[in-house]
T-cell receptor, first 113, second 113 residues
Framework: AQSVTQLDSQVPVFEEAPVELRCNYSSSVSVYLFWYVQYPNQGLQLLLKYLSGSTLVKGINGFEAEFNKSQTSFHLRKPSVHISDTAEYFCAVSEPGRRALTFGSGTRLQVQP | NAGVMQNPRHLVRRRGQEARLRCSPMKGHSHVYWYRQLPEEGLKFMVYLQKENIIDESGMPKERFSAEFPKEGPSILRIQQVVRGDSAAYFC???????????FGQGTRLTVV
């Protein structure tokens, strides 16, 4: 069985500061990894995904994530955040051949002026 | 190309009533997934369907919940005899046959009073 742990439920940060949102997973098989963003009262939007290949993945809105197999992590980073990045961020995994996603509990990013 | 459409956006039901949630996938998508998001939690997988078939229902409660995706028309998630604990946001996602990325709708927020 898979599981996803997002260590921080809330991350406050000032505008233009860098941010890292942490995600660790456990699985007995190789996985696909995803980060989604959810704005208030909205659905989820895919930020980026790792399927194979380069461990550094670049996504939309200036976000990137690095897959670290030895540490079973997939942390999300952005070098300079904007007020508009305030949202809930979810890390998710799936197994090749099984399409259901397993989500973490989410991290609320609060960007302050 | 319209995105995944869910309706209604908000649904209020009294305990014991039936709730019916609809999901129209993106054009050309034949795979539909339903997820439930309880307050302050991440999304939990419920069921995965292809046209006229349930592929994976490992996340569906054994009683009162059912899902279908008919040959024509939207996918329906049906909850019979709703209870307060069913209050949640229900998200639908769809994907193409060869694509691991699922696109999410804006969700239906069910409130049981």
């Amino acid at each position: 069985a898979q599981s996803v742990t997002q260590l921080d439920s809330q991350v406050p940060v000032f505008e233009e500061a860098p941010v890292e949102l942490r995600c660790n997973y456990s699985s007995s098989v190789s996985v696909y990894l995803f980060w989604y963003v959810q704005y208030p009262n909205q659905g989820l939007q895919l930020l980026l995904k790792y399927l194979s290949g380069s461990t550094l993945v670049k996504g939309i809105n200036g976000f990137e994530a690095e897959f670290n197999k030895s540490q079973t992590s997939f942390h999300l980073r952005k070098p300079s955040v904007h007020i508009s990045d305030t949202a809930e961020y979810f890390c998710a995994v799936s197994e090749p051949g099984r399409r259901a996603l397993t989500f973490g509990s989410g991290t609320r990013l609060q960007v302050q002026p | 190309n319209a995105g995944v459409m869910q309706n209604p956006r908000h649904l209020v039901r009294r305990r014991g009533q039936e709730a019916r949630l609809r999901c129209s996938p993106m054009k050309g998508h034949s795979h539909v997934y339903w997820y439930r998001q309880l307050p302050e939690e991440g999304l939990k997988f419920m069921v995965y369907l292809q046209k006229e078939n349930i592929i994976d229902e490992s996340g569906m409660p054994k009683e009162r919940f059912s899902a279908e995706f008919p040959k024509e028309g939207p996918s329906i998630l049906r909850i019979q005899q709703v209870v307060r604990g069913d209050s949640a946001a229900y998200f639908c996602a769809s994907s193409d046959r060869g694509d691991t990325e699922a696109f999410f709708g804006q969700g239906t927020r069910l409130t049981v009073v």
